[in-house]
């Protein structure tokens, strides 16, 4: 333990990333430390035989000139090197329930989703109008996204409140237009009784603007991101899992790996899920009852995913993602028969982009599910979870055969995860697909603030702040920003893009 980093950075997840990124470019001496052998966390790609799946990032919203992602990841130096497809600008999302023919698009621009949306519902036009004014109210409050007023944003926490099963319900009578812009709810695990609006508005917002596939998948993100930090100085350590943390004093602090391995910095940041990154501290700043409101906070569930190898030229590649439920109801619910409700997207192929190699279909889960394998680890938990995936799998094809028939004649083979698999991979706790569940009824108490008791201890990543690529690009600022000074930073990064 010879050197003595400025930061070290446990987790590569986006959070990680994004954070060690802006530090390295100002200079400071940082390290980023990764249990696995890959980095980026969600963001990492893997591959069967010559086939490659995402993780956990098939699409991204507002890349497009001048928006919210847009500006940082140019900031970043990432945008240059990634390779977007962007999905149909007419139709990037597609609802249908049940057996019912019709198909609802969401379209990209504001007018666009507006347009596209009332020529399903004609005399919804009103209420369709009044739900986009709400959305960008809304998500107009977060100043991180508006970094030309940055300084004139109200810093209230008005738009904290309200959740959005509840404004959905407000703004029409007709069931299915409800249901519609509910449809895309398994983007942040929502919940009907807890999910905030403004998750739904943050969320929705971005992919209006513009909705864009990684081609070959979201690896690119991770590779564009590792190769600026180690441009600006910083270095990259994978495959070290971090057992403990100490504090010697507010300017110094070892971190422990799993091989007895000492780091040490003058400031950490954890990528980790804030109760995981707790049980590494044994510290008497950290409060028995901070400890307690992390620890019992509750995760969004998580997801069961069947990862399809396609016959060469048999089915086209879909611009699009396609949301259908069995019937209209459309909030998760553990209770009802699984499963209720599924995701389904082609992945992008820059050898054949006609057609799709790969294909996903994602359908939220609860970790009681599996939970009765939780004692076991990747690849050995024996045949009869082998066998519960498998009838799983089936079951989801059968949902998705509703959609598209005779999906199984373009099947070559298939493999699956359930969020157990995300568990072991990502550390999430309980495989919850997107951390720490946000609720309105206690919007203050599921939002845990990047800085802590411990001057130099801070969290970034989905949990601190929102998950998915614009809320934890946005976890990286404001974890950097507790460091640099955010108005500062904000202020550099608004500079570099005028
Ligand atoms: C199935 C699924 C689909 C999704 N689809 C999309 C999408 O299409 N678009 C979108 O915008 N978002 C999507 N998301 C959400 C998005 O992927 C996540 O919000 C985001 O990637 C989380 O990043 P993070 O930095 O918070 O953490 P993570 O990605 O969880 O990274 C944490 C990292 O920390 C490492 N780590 C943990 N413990 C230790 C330790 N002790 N020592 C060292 N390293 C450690 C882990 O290995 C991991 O690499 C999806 C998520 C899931 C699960």
Redesign the pocket.
Known sequence: MEKKYDIIV????????VTATILSKEGLRVLV????NQ??????TFQRGTSIFS???????ALGDGEFLNTYFRYFNVFNELELSRLDLNGFEEVSFGDNDKRYRYAQGYDNFKETLSSYFPKERKSIQNYLEKIWDITDRFPLLHLDRYKSIVKGEAYMNGGVSDFIESISENLVLKNVLSATNS?YGGNKANTPLYVHALVNRQFIHSAWRFVDGSQQLVDAFLKQIRANGGELMNK????KIRFEDDQSVIVESHLGEQYSAKKIIS???PA?TLD?IEDSRLKKIYRQRIKSLPDTAG?F?VYFVLKKNSFKYLPRNIYHFKNQQVWFDEKTAWPQQLMFYTAANSQNPEWANTASV?SLMSYSEVKKWEQSFVEDRGQDYLDFKTEKAEKLIDLLEQRIPNFRSHIQTYYTSTPLT?RD????RNGA???IQKDHQSPYQSVIMPQTSIPNLFF????TNM??????TA?GVLAAGEILGLDYLTNKIYSSIR
């Open positions: 446990v987790g590569s997840g986006l959070g990680g990333l430390i990764e249990q696995n980095f980026g966390g969600n963001l990492q993780t956990g990032m098939n699409y991204i919203g983007l070290t899992e971090i057992r990528n980790i899920h995981k590494l997801m995913t994602l995300y991979y990502t550390s999430t697909a997107y951390g970034t990543g989905q949990n998950h998915g690529a614009l809320g934890v976890s």
